[in-house]
């Protein structure tokens, strides 16, 4: 019986928790956007949210393009990366819990997985800088993998701060590049 309970239903689970959570966040995106008010603190909440969500998209980046262009905006980028690495627990854990059932799991799952075996912590730094939804499946093929999590964090944070950095800075010279135009 405990063997079937960790082999089956824990797996399916932590899926399911996984699953629950992005549809929560999706359907009370508006109220994730409205965490942007509490400044570093919004930036690094509403990063955390809406980087929980596996899949469906969570208007996070919008956010710290308002707190970009009020406050110190590379302070905004790292302080959002690093409740967007913590977030991306949950890909991971999808992925170490549901080994069974993701493995196999179509042709960008394979692509990403063998070259996750090949350069390993190469890939889960370009998933995470890379401006696309992207790292949830490094996020899983490294939890099918049993990457250790300590080091995935450890290496999605410079990513994510390279990529937010980026957009962030792009939001804040297009907002300003607007307003010269407008004005």
Do not use: H
Not at 1 to 23: C, E, G, Q
Not at 46 to 61: A, F, Q, R
Not at 95 to 110: A, I, K, S
Request: charged residues 10%.
């Amino acid at each position: 019986m405990k063997a079937w309970l960790k082999k089956r239903a824990i797996p399916i689970l932590v899926v399911l928790l996984a699953i629950a959570i992005t549809i929560v966040l999706f359907l009370y995106r508006d109220k994730v956007v409205a965490l942007g008010n509490y400044g570093y603190l919004g930036a690094f909440l509403v990063c955390l949210i809406s980087n929980t969500s596996i899949i469906l998209p969570v208007p996070g980046i919008v956010v710290l393009f308002a707190l970009g262009a009020t406050l110190n905006p590379v302070l905004v980028a790292l302080v959002g990366a690093a409740g967007g690495t913590i977030a991306e627990i949950t890909g991971f854990m999808a992925g170490y819990g549901g080994r069974g059932m993701v493995q196999g799991g179509g042709r960008v799952y394979t692509l990403a997985e063998g070259w996750m075996k090949r350069w390993g912590g190469w890939v889960i730094f370009a998933f995470a800088a890379i401006p696309l939804p992207i790292l949830d499946i490094a996020g899983v093929v490294a939890g099918v993998l049993g990457y250790p999590l300590w080091k995935f964090l450890l290496i999605v944070w410079p990513g994510k701060s390279i990529k937010y950095i980026m957009l962030v800075l792009a939001g804040v010279w297009g907002w300003e590049a607007l307003l010269r135009f407008l004005g």
